[in-house]
């Protein structure tokens, strides 16, 4: 069966003798893992670049029952400039592994695949609050994975307003049901901040008003830590550095020559 369908590439694994395996995000297929022998050298065409982590292209795959070939590929955005920002990569990066990591595999998850389309044209479009950006992106990606936090009511009495956020709960607690450790954990995410008020913001907030929005640096890192612990309590989702951490580690060894 011959398939056409439009698609972002997650990753490019060589396998050998020329042959590769492109994880393909489609919106009509889902993720789709496809072995190809199209050639990856001649420069910047359009089927080189149709191939490469980041790109929205047309695709043509041909398969076989669950084994999937890619024939033919053609540009149609390339994201181009997110290879030229090592902080726009890694967070674009990041995007891509997240989204990877939530959709499953020969399944169709148009929301998923939307959200992050969207998000990586507003990351390349912006010049500044990537952080922001990508926190935005996550606090959404968990509603689309079935593990939305509850924001409004306790999850435990259903009752009172929620004023502590618990990760082990998945939302927040009023102060009557809140027991001494998700006090403290609270504590952990930032009490200096309005977490849960930012939270609900980040989920509904339309991308022409995020885009005036600059999260303080502090209210960065206890959201990344927020959503780091959420991640991997709700859904297993674990080797995802943030990337601002990432960011930090590939700009050590290289300050000379920035500054
Ligand atoms: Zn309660």
Redesign the pocket.
């Known amino acids: 069966m011959n398939l056409v369908s439009e698609g972002i590439v997650l990753r490019q694994l060589h396998i050998a003798a020329g042959r590769r395996m492109i994880v393909l995000f489609t919106r009509e297929y889902g993720k789709i893992s496809c072995g190809t022998s199209l050639p990856e050298s001649g420069g910047k065409n359009r089927t080189t670049l149709a191939m490469r982590p980041f790109t929205l292209g047309k695709y043509q795959i041909k398969r076989l029952n669950d084994t999937f070939w890619l024939n033919g590929a053609e540009t149609i955005k390339s994201h181009f400039s997110l290879g030229e920002d090592v902080d726009k990569f890694l967070i674009a990066s990041e995007m891509l592994e997240l989204a990877g990591a939530v959709a499953p595999e020969n399944e169709p998850a148009p929301a998923v695949y939307d959200l992050l389309l969207e998000f990586l044209d507003f990351l390349e479009a912006r010049d500044k609050g990537y952080r922001m950006v990508d926190i935005a992106y996550q606090v959404r990606l968990l509603s689309l994975a079935g593990a939305e936090p509850e924001l409004e009511?306790?999850?435990?009495?259903?009752?009172?307003p929620?004023t502590i956020f618990s990760v082990e709960k998945g939302g927040v607690?009023?102060?009557?049901?809140?027991s001494e450790a998700d006090r403290k954990s609270h504590l952990l995410y930032g009490a200096r901040f309005d977490i849960i008020g930012m939270l609900r913001y980040l989920r509904v907030a339309p991308l022409a008003k995020l885009a005036k929005l600059d999260l303080e640096d502090g209210a960065c890192e206890a959201l990344e830590r927020l959503l780091r612990d959420y991640y991997a309590y709700h859904l297993d989702i674990r080797n995802v550095k943030s990337a601002s951490l990432l960011a930090e580690e590939v700009r050590r060894p290289s300050n000379e020559r920035k500054g």
């Open positions: 009511r306790c999850v435990s009495c259903g009752e009172a929620g607690l009023c102060a009557s049901c809140a």
